[in-house]
Antibody, heavy 118, light 109 residues
Framework: EVQLVESGGGLVQPGGSPRLSCAASGFTFRNYNMNWVRQAPGKGLEWVSHISSSGSTIYYADSVKGRFTISRDNAKNSLYLQMNSLRAEDTAVYYC???????????WGQGTLVTVSS | SYVLTQPPSVSVAPGQTARITCGGNDIGIKSVHWYQQKPGQAPVLVVYADSDRPSGIPERFSGSNSGNTATLTISRVEAGDEAGYYCQVWDSSSDHLVVFGGGTKLTVL
């Protein structure tokens, strides 16, 4: 069974630097591009970042560029999101999602909630 | 960057047909994907590449795309279809690669 499990969320102070993780299982992780998508409370889905299967190609939404860093460890079947200089508007559930060739997401994790507050 | 526009809400009686639109400039030349999200749950892909259904998604869910509007159609609506629905495209013309519509809340009366 394809499974993605996020972790690392919680209450973070403004300016904090948590790292989110996404553990993948049930498929050959190194063959797939991956993404982070977030959802603020009561709001819609917002794409955050994309990383290619090898990690060589990376993109970010303008709202997080320069503050967030996406990475992956194919040996550990894991995806990461290093978040720096957090702001209140970064409060959201963060999902990792598997990216298929047609540029859509066929599998999502359950999400991890990051709350930025003092 | 590319903008996708969805109606905030759509209401339909059980057994009827729900149509949820997703507007975008020349969206007909893009490949549109649709996700269903129930409260407290992760999104689930229900239609990809305009009109294809993933395994396990009922035939009641279908999609179309032409001109400036893509449409998700849900036939014979059931109470369990009540959820948020999001359209999504890949915008290779900008660095903002993945674009989601604002979402539509489907209410089953």
């Amino acid at each position: 069974e394809v499974q993605l499990v996020e972790s690392g969320g919680g209450l973070v102070q403004p300016g904090g630097s948590p790292r989110l993780s996404c553990a993948a299982s049930g498929f050959t992780f190194r063959n797939y591009n991956m993404n982070w998508v977030r959802q603020a409370p009561g709001k819609g889905l917002e794409w955050v970042s994309h990383i290619s299967s090898s990690g060589s190609t990376i993109y970010y939404a303008d709202s997080v560029k320069g503050r967030f860093t996406i990475s992956r460890d194919n040996a550990k079947n894991s995806l990461y999101l290093q978040m720096n200089s957090l702001r209140a508007e970064d409060t959201a559930v963060y999902y990792c999602a598997r990216h298929l060739f047609g540029n859509y997401f066929d599998c999502w994790g359950q999400g991890t909630l990051v709350t930025v507050s003092s | 960057s590319y903008v996708l526009t969805q109606p905030p809400s759509v209401s339909v009686a059980p057994g009827q047909t729900a149509r949820i639109t997703c507007g975008g400039n020349d969206i007909g030349i893009k490949s549109v994907h649709w996700y269903q999200q129930k409260p407290g749950q992760a999104p689930v892909l229900v239609v990809y590449a305009d009109s294809d259904r993933p395994s396990g998604i009922p035939e009641r869910f279908s999609g179309s795309n032409s001109g400036n509007t893509a449409t998700l159609t849900i036939s014979r609506v059931e109470a369990g279809d009540e959820a948020g629905y999001y359209c999504q495209v890949w915008d290779s013309s900008s660095d903002h690669l993945v674009v989601f519509g604002g979402g539509t809340k489907l209410t089953v009366l």
